[in-house]
């Protein structure tokens, strides 16, 4: 499997996923920092794949969604942006609807399944 049909198989799998520089709990710069705490502040779980131990998808990501920078969060297989676009949706008060609306919807998905 290539590295673009991996990411696709992250975002396809994971109703919240963010591409970052580290980790949430060890984030390796502001961008993904300041993300990665907007996410966890919605109290809604998500999945995190650290760009910096993967050349490939480090490489690729940029390519898949023609976004250039790192943060990269996907909300139900949609880009929703990087960190600025995080963070106002966040203040809005909107990024905290968006991921329980998908976390219920995979919740849905597998009760049903």
């Known amino acids: 499997m290539d590295a673009l049909e ?17 980790t949430p709990q060890f984030p390796m710069c502001g961008f993904s920092m300041r993300a990665a705490k907007a996410l966890s502040e919605c109290g809604v779980p998500f999945t995190h794949v650290n760009v910096l131990q993967d050349p490939e998808i480090f490489e690729n990501l940029p390519r898949y969604a023609d976004w250039p920078t790192f943060p990269q969060i996907y909300v139900d297989g949609e880009l929703i942006g990087g960190c600025d676009i995080t963070l106002e949706l966040h203040a809005g008060g909107e990024l905290k609807t968006l991921l329980e609306k998908a976390a219920a919807r995979q919740e849905t998905a597998a009760n049903a399944g």
């Open 6 to 22: 991996r990411i696709d198989q992250e975002v396809k799998n994971n109703p919240v996923i963010i591409f970052m520089k580290g």
